[in-house]
């Protein structure tokens, strides 16, 4: 059973085109998070969801927005894709409040490229 | 804010030579600092972690790193480089302060040669 999984793993689409990544874990984590990995391998945390609650929104565009119907899904969302979007977007899931570790457990990357 | 340095972009080192990947933090709190492993179109698999207690950390497939408060490092060590060592390795950082969501060094691309 996969820990964290996302769908789809490869993905090209055109720009100004809509596309969304889906995001589940089933580690019964309360956080998860979104990650982009730009061509140079560098990962930036774009947000972080505890419990369906927003908690990290870091400088990223409005065209992107997560959505988390359940604590075991954090789905992203991207409007109007650009060239510059095109990137691998990783999802992770960590435990929170008193059981906390800081260990994130990711999943396997969705890369997305725009055209 | 708390972030990490990896130092050196790119590492090579013979098989069966000594592994060293340089990581150095900044934080105004006690961090937990972490290593983590990319190998080629995966995701990121933690090699080892130090949130409190012993400073030296072993992790998984022989590695393993110390917490150094006084050089505010936490280095990378392995005694013997195997060929299916090479990958992408992160050093990062987190606590509190950032929800917990890891800050990222920018990576360090270890090559094995045989």
């Known amino acids: 059973d996969t820990a964290v999984s996302q769908t789809p793993k490869y993905l090209v689409t055109q720009m100004g085109n809509d596309k969304s990544i889906k995001c589940e874990q089933n580690l019964g984590h309360d956080t998860m998070y979104w990650y982009k990995q730009d061509s140079k391998k560098f990962l930036k945390i774009m947000f972080s969801y505890n419990n369906k609650e927003l908690i990290i929104n870091e400088t990223v565009p409005n065209r992107f927005s997560p959505k988390s119907p359940d604590k075991a899904h954090l789905n992203l969302h991207i409007n109007s894709l650009e060239l510059g979007d095109s990137a691998v977007y990783f999802c992770?899931?960590?435990?929170?409040?008193?059981?906390?570790?800081?260990?994130?457990?990711f999943g396997e990357g969705s890369r997305l490229t725009v055209l | 804010a708390q972030s990490v340095t990896q130092l050196g972009s790119h590492v090579s080192v013979s098989e069966g030579a000594l592994v060293l990947l340089r990581c150095n933090y900044s934080s105004s709190v006690p961090p937990y600092l972490f290593w983590y492993v990319q190998y080629p179109n995966q995701g990121l698999q933690l090699l080892l972690k130090?949130?409190?207690?012993?400073?030296l950390v072993k992790g998984i497939n022989g590695f393993e790193a110390e917490f150094k408060k006084s050089e505010t490092s936490f280095h990378l060590t392995k005694p013997s480089a195997h060929m299916s060592d090479a990958a992408e390795y992160f050093c990062a950082v987190s606590g509190p302060n950032s929800g917990y969501a890891l800050n990222f060094g920018k990576g360090t691309s270890l090559l094995v040669t045989p």
């Open positions: 130090y949130t409190t207690g012993a400073t």
């Open positions: 992770a899931s960590s435990r929170g409040g008193q059981g906390v570790t800081g260990e994130l457990f």
